[in-house]
């Protein structure tokens, strides 16, 4: 047996993800990729980059003393490799390599801006493999802060992935046209009609916080009848009532709703009546693409 420990970095719109994994090599069996640690810290990008333009001072600031953070704790935990990958809000900031510059003077990180089409391509590759099943068809939907990867999956293939603008934040700062809704529906549809059967899988951390309370047991799916009622229950309720009565962070409380939406309209468009929530998303993926030798 080989113990390795690799590290991923994931600069969202709505919060920075540091994931420690281990990566457990046997003779005889399939490597395991074993969580070791995540820290998550809550500077919202998108809220600059959706209204203004740009990455503020402040928020420019905060990245690169989290990134100094995030390399101390990748050195003392004995990760010997990384990678940095910056999404939809780092994409759009007029202002990206001064704040790329930053932050590899200050920590030595370098971050790569990755697009949509490769945010899909490194989800899709997160070892899924326990859930789908060879007889059916899935949608996996990623949801950020600013953009939702949609893949299909059918007899067990990668069929087809699209990055859309539809983000939590944007739609917080009201920033995603219409257009931009029906876009996605016509996608969705358009590759859901030929395919039976199609259950959706679910990753982001909104999804995840929605399993939990839930109280399923992990690997059984939501309903689409209670995810709606959820997120009835939610609209309802106001910021600081979800903050006090659900234990949500106040970074979290806000999007929450907005993120239901997204799942929800996805389950309606492709037919699907359940969503799986296997708790997986881009930093699982960076850090099987490293071990792959893909990043």
Not at 59 to 74: G, P, S, V, Y
Not at 79 to 98: G, I, L, P, Q
Not at 263 to 284: E, F, N, Q, R, T
Request: contains cysteine; charged residues 25%.
């Amino acid at each position: 047996m080989k113990l390795h420990k690799y590290a991923a970095i994931d600069i969202g719109s709505n919060g920075v993800r540091l994931l420690i994994s281990n990566v457990i090599e046997f003779k005889k069996k399939e490597t395991q990729f074993k969580k070791s640690s995540l820290v998550r810290v809550p500077i919202r990008l998108g809220a600059d980059v959706f209204t203004t333009g740009k990455v503020s001072k402040n928020n420019e600031d905060r990245i690169c003393d989290a990134m100094q953070a995030f390399k101390l704790l990748m050195k003392v935990h004995g990760v010997e490799k990384y990678k940095a990958c910056a999404t939809s809000a780092m994409r759009e900031a007029e202002n990206k390599n001064e704040v790329l510059d930053c932050v590899y003077k200050r920590s030595g990180v370098q971050i790569d801006i990755i697009d949509g089409k490769t945010e899909a391509e490194i989800i899709s590759s997160t070892d899924l493999s326990q859930l789908i099943k060879n007889d059916k068809s899935y949608l996996y939907v990623d949801v950020g802060g600013g953009s939702t990867e949609f893949t299909f999956f059918s007899e067990g293939k990668l069929m087809d992935s699209k990055s859309f603008r539809l983000g939590t934040v944007r739609l917080l700062n009201n920033n995603v046209p219409e257009s931009v809704w029906d876009d996605a529906k016509k996608w969705v549809k358009q590759r859901s009609k030929d395919l039976s059967q199609i259950s959706l899988i679910g990753s982001g951390g909104n999804i995840n916080k929605i399993f939990k309370i839930s109280g399923k047991v992990e690997g059984k799916p939501l309903s689409y009848v209670y995810l709606n009622s959820y997120y009835n229950f939610l609209k309802q309720m106001t910021y600081n009532e979800r903050i006090s009565e659900l234990d949500l962070n106040p970074d979290r409380a806000d999007v929450i709703v907005h993120a239901s939406k997204i799942y929800l309209s996805a389950m309606k468009w492709s037919g699907a009546k359940k969503i799986y929530v296997p708790k997986i998303g881009l930093s699982d993926g960076i850090i099987k693409s490293l071990y792959l030798g893909k990043l």
